[in-house]
């Protein structure tokens, strides 16, 4: 079993900001990639950040500037600090990990349930 747990979310002024953290535990031999992403009402679920072990990120047109992803390989953690929210960005944010479990077994997703992040316009 593989658990993300994401905290961090809430309700925030336009022009603040906030920071999401997710942690992952459990049976896990390697995490390629940690990342975050979010789902809209009505809309479908959309990357928003990702990095890599090694330290390389990818970010959606949207947030890129705003957002900076991060990630502490040591504690299987990943940050997203975002700044300069605006209504556009009210969302529940999903942390996703790539990895394996055995050094035998390919690679899967494993998901968090989900944080609210709410910017009231």
């Known amino acids: 079993q593989v658990q993300l747990v994401e905290s961090g979310g809430g309700n925030v002024q336009a022009g603040g900001s906030l920071r999401l953290s997710c942690a992952a535990s459990g049976i896990i031999f390697n995490i390629h990639r940690m990342g975050w992403y979010r789902q809209a009402p009505g809309k479908q679920r959309e990357m928003v950040a990702e990095?890599?072990?090694?330290?390389?990120?990818t970010y959606s047109d949207s947030v890129k500037s705003r957002f900076t992803i991060s990630r502490d390989n040591a504690k299987n953690t990943v940050y997203l600090q975002m700044n300069s929210l605006n209504p556009e960005d009210t969302a529940v944010y999903y942390c996703n990990a790539r990895g394996t479990r055995t050094p035998y077994t390919p690679p899967s997703d494993y998901w968090g349930q989900g944080i609210q992040v709410t910017v009231p316009s």
């Open positions: 990095v890599t072990t090694g330290g390389s990120t």
